[in-house]
């Protein structure tokens, strides 16, 4: 009923479209523009891919003890992880200890695999609100250090009552847009989609990223503010289409989703990557983008 009221209003999106370009905004009074001669994309989307099946391996191998729906109906996964039979006896032995399932947190397990962890907290700019920051470890440059999530619009589709007031839209080149808003009707969006998209027992999203107990701990790039003056952008924002190849398995890590179920179109993710060296206990802050007029 949702999305049937939502489209409904599809056809007042163009007559509205310059009302609701002041709410397509991200923190506050910025969207994102990138000019023609200007290079988005700092790494391949062959380095993108493996950073992400790296840290979800990892993620995957880690949260073992809630896997075995993959293990039982699809056989194939389990032999794709040679490393199982020795981390399901480490289980077996914190479990008679009565300690948690899991041998790491999300955050571990990200420092473990890509050298750093990262954050949301206070942000170190004035009435920024959140902000995300390094919390160990290092970014080395060219590094994939945060994801944006949320549900992701075609142009055409509508995101009119989604808009209003909210700070947490980002627009990519192509003019696709993705609602990283962890409350209110944004929420509700996001859960029924992902509820629709559900394959049997299997997840095709992630929906950890709109509670404070995040399963994939890189979907926090929401919360990374524009750049200022005095804090100048160390990451920026990198368009990357899913593969059709993606492992089933790992598609529950990742924080986006379609609005439209029958598109025919790869789902899109933003990463986020590192301009520079990051050190311990910076914040981040975004580039590639302007101030809407």
Known sequence: MLRALLRRWASYRYRFAPWIALHLRHKRRTIRYVPDE??????????????LLKIFKALFVNDFSRQMDYFTLLPEVKSKYPELPTLQF???????????????????VLFNTLGFSITRAQSSLISAGTGVFVTKGFVPKGAVVSMYPGTVYQKFEPIFFQSIGNPFIFRCIDGILIDGNDKGISKAVYRSCSKRDQLGPFQMSDTTWLTRAVQ??????????????????????????VPECFPIELKQYLPNITYSHDVPAPLRCVVLVS?????????LFSNYYTIVN
Do not use: M, W
């Open 38 to 51: 200007s290079k988005d994309k700092i790494i391949s989307d062959e380095d993108v891919l493996e950073t």
């Open 216 to 241: 994939n701990p890189l979907s926090v790039g929401q919360y990374v503010n524009n750049c200022s003056h005095n804090k100048t952008a160390n990451v920026c924002y990198q368009e990357f289409d």
């Open 90 to 108: 480490k289980i077996s032995k914190r479990s008679c200890s009565h300690q948690s399932q899991n041998i790491f947190n999300p955050e571990e």
């Open 275 to 283: 301009l520079r060296e990051i050190e311990q206990g910076e914040e």
